[in-house]
């Protein structure tokens, strides 16, 4: 199985506060991580370093094969010329708690916008492309609709496909259903989880337990911006080895 990710001693800070204390991880091509954690322990900084939208201050990260972000060696640091952080983004589709839609474009212009700024697509072929990730998640019906009047499940379902028409080799989801009713959970997990049959490469930052038990290959439990302890489903949330994660288990469980 070839490596997606590969993290090594990741370390990051915000002024005097450490967030990421020498982070570990690695994520085999076509399998789903999800990470869980209390407020606070690092999950969206290391989501976001993985996709450059923090630089890391020590350690490596690459992405199939590709450096990404920052390397120390020696007393070198290496980083990434802007123009090669932005065509390595365009590789990694990232979905935000709160959809971060363009309120002022309708939902096919949404998700064709990237294609056709960052990869230089034909505005048709990106617009066919669109209309069938659209069927893909079941909104073709939306496709001129404003983000607006949609519900906040069919919003984050639309912000999906928009990620997806970069056709991403590695999808990251920052705790996707938080933001959403209860009754709306449902239809956004089972997109990722349809995406998950397909084989798509994923990190999932959430709090749905009954997700990670069914969807993941590896859960990873971060605290205070260290992984505690990772595994399969059944050995990390059933019976996990370290306190921290037995207290964190049993408040969202
Ligand atoms: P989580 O996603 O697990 O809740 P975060 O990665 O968002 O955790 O945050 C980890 C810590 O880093 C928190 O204490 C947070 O306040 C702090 N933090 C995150 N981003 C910044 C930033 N841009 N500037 C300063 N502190 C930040
Ligand atoms: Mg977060």
Not at 86 to 115: C, K
Not at 180 to 186: M, R, S, T
Not at 208 to 222: K, Q, S
Not at 226 to 253: C, M, N, Y
């Amino acid at each position: 199985m070839s490596v997606m990710v590969d993290i090594r001693s990741v370390h990051k800070s915000f002024g005097s506060l450490e967030v990421l204390k020498g982070i570990d991880l690695e994520v085999d091509t076509g399998q789903v991580t999800v990470i869980l954690g209390p407020s606070g322990s690092g999950k969206s900084t290391l989501l976001r370093t993985i996709n450059h939208l923090e630089k890391v201050d020590r350690g490596a990260i690459s992405v199939d094969g590709t450096l990404v972000g920052y390397r120390r060696s020696g007393d070198t640091l290496h980083e990434l010329p802007e123009r090669e952080v932005l065509r390595q983004r365009t590789r990694i589709g990232f979905v935000f708690q709160n959809f971060h839609l363009f309120p002022h474009l309708t939902v096919l212009e949404n998700i064709v916008e990237a294609p056709v700024a960052a990869l230089k697509r034909p505005r048709a072929d990106a617009v066919a492309a669109a209309l069938r990730l659209l069927e893909r998640v079941g909104l073709a019906d939306k496709a001129d609709a404003y983000p607006g009047r949609l519900s906040g499940g069919q919003q984050q379902r639309v912000a999906i496909a928009r990620a997806l028409a970069l056709e991403p080799r590695l999808l990251l989801f920052d705790e996707p259903t938080s933001a959403l009713d209860p009754e709306l959970v449902g239809e956004v997990l089972d997109v990722i989880k349809d995406l998950a049959r397909q084989g798509t490469t994923m990190i999932v930052v959430t709090h749905e337990i009954g997700f990670a038990r069914e969807v993941a290959d590896t859960v990873v439990f971060m605290d205070d911006g260290r992984i505690v302890e990772q595994g399969p489903p059944a050995e990390v949330l059933d019976r996990p080895r370290h306190e921290r994660t037995r207290a964190f288990l049993s408040k969202v469980l």
